[in-house]
């Protein structure tokens, strides 16, 4: 058989970062969403797929507007004419409240609307026997593990599937329905469709395992996007590849101005950069570029670049001069000295009152979790892998002793 897997499209977002967008950008943001949702409806039906799952976190928030309910249902009613059925559980984001609906699911559609895990069977075109066994948030933690509660693979079925939206047990962090990949492999499942991590990962081969990642960045950390997974599935065997659906693309570039000399050619060369760059693209790409070989340029140049004024003018420049398919967010300079962090210390009486109030286990965990996940902490402090790996403890020793933060931050 073969599947259309995604997961944590967080339909309603904003794109986040961005100041000063011309609205002409604005305005093809806004569509960007929905558009979305299309393209992975057009690749479901041209590959004529037997399922289409949706693995937790399609909407970015429980109470989902009405605007956009009614456009991800008119969707799903396309995939309904073409005979396509689609399987749907919620994740901690957009976790299941029947009442916060507006409209009918089409009939096609099969939600998974409890905590408690269930199995759902359908007939695929071929008349082949499918078992799917999940769950759905209902709040926005799950503290247990599900997968004891999952069956053990189904032989009356010709095939069956997993879906599970959570996070595996060694981050330290266990509100996401923790769990482990040993155990998930035991069940004896033919493929196993995941939700929650937003990077793309192939997390077991036999069987296959995938985070599919959001096939739509919302941040500039979410410039690795491979799009929906395409899944093919016999007994004992299956097979991925990715299929691009993002309308709204993030890059990150160097540009090196040394063989610039002078304030002047230094502002031809970028513009002369962006704006080429700019009239090739059709679709929108929000730009951050980092300058390298600048000490030539003098005091004045830093200024500038530090005040914000060089970033405003090359955006104005996008605006008058390009196809308003790209905007300059972000301008960085490659320098030893912007490089340097300041260390943040404490008074240690302060820090003596932190850890009594503040640092027990479980307090801390619930609060670093809240403060990890707001946009204002994350667009200064970027936890890296080593703090996913590290327990709660650890995470409390690492935050007091190398806290540090970007010094044009301050």
Do not use: C
């Amino acid at each position: 058989m073969k599947v259309l897997h995604t997961a944590d499209l967080h339909l309603d977002r904003s794109f986040e970062g961005l100041k000063n967008i011309p609205k002409q950008i604005a305005g093809k943001l806004q569509q960007a969403n929905h558009q979305v949702v299309t393209a992975i409806v057009d690749i479901a039906i041209k590959k004529q797929v037997d399922v289409v799952i949706f693995a937790g976190d399609t909407f970015h928030q429980s109470r989902t507007s009405i605007r956009t309910q009614a456009y991800f249902i008119a969707e799903m009613k396309r995939l309904e004419q073409e005979k396509i059925p689609v399987i749907m559980a919620f994740g901690n984001h957009d976790y299941y409240v029947a009442e916060r609906y507006w409209f009918d699911f089409p009939k096609n559609m099969f939600l998974f609307q409890k905590e408690q895990v269930e199995t759902h069977y359908f007939m695929t075109k071929n008349q082949e026997k499918i078992a799917v066994s999940s769950f759905s948030y209902e709040h926005p933690w799950i503290n247990e593990n599900k997968l004891s509660e999952f069956p053990s693979k189904d032989a009356t079925a010709d095939l069956h599937i997993g879906i599970y939206h959570g996070d595996t047990v060694n981050n330290g962090v266990q509100n996401y329905a923790p769990f482990s990949f040993s155990e998930m492999k035991r069940k004896g499942y033919d493929y196993w469709a995941l939700g929650h991590i937003h990077q793309p990962q192939v997390m077991s081969a036999d069987p296959l395992i995938v985070y599919p990642g959001t096939p739509q960045g919302h941040t500039k950390k979410e410039r690795t996007v491979q799009g929906v997974a395409i899944v093919s599935i016999e007994s004992g065997h299956a097979t991925v590849h990715f299929e691009a659906v993002a309308k709204v693309n993030w890059q990150k570039t160097k540009y090196s101005l040394s063989q610039t000399s002078n304030l002047q050619e230094a502002l031809s060369l970028l513009e002369e950069l962006l704006v080429t760059e700019s009239l090739d693209q059709k679709s929108v790409v929000l730009k951050e570029i980092q300058l390298t070989d600048t000490e030539q340029l003098g005091e004045e140049f830093r200024i500038s670049y530090g005040n914000g004024e060089l970033l405003h003018y090359l955006q104005t420049t996008l605006l008058q001069r390009s196809n308003h398919f790209l905007f300059l967010f972000q301008i960085g300079l490659l320098t030893e000295e912007l490089d340097e962090k300041v260390r943040i210390t404490a008074d240690p009486e302060l820090l003596k009152q932190l850890e009594k109030n503040y640092l027990q286990p479980e307090i801390f965990s619930n609060t670093l979790q809240e403060l990890v996940q707001n946009p204002l902490f994350s667009s200064v402090v970027q936890p890296n892998e080593e703090w996913r790996e590290r327990s709660v403890v650890q995470a409390d020793q690492k935050i007091k002793a190398d806290f540090v933060i970007e010094e044009d931050r301050l």
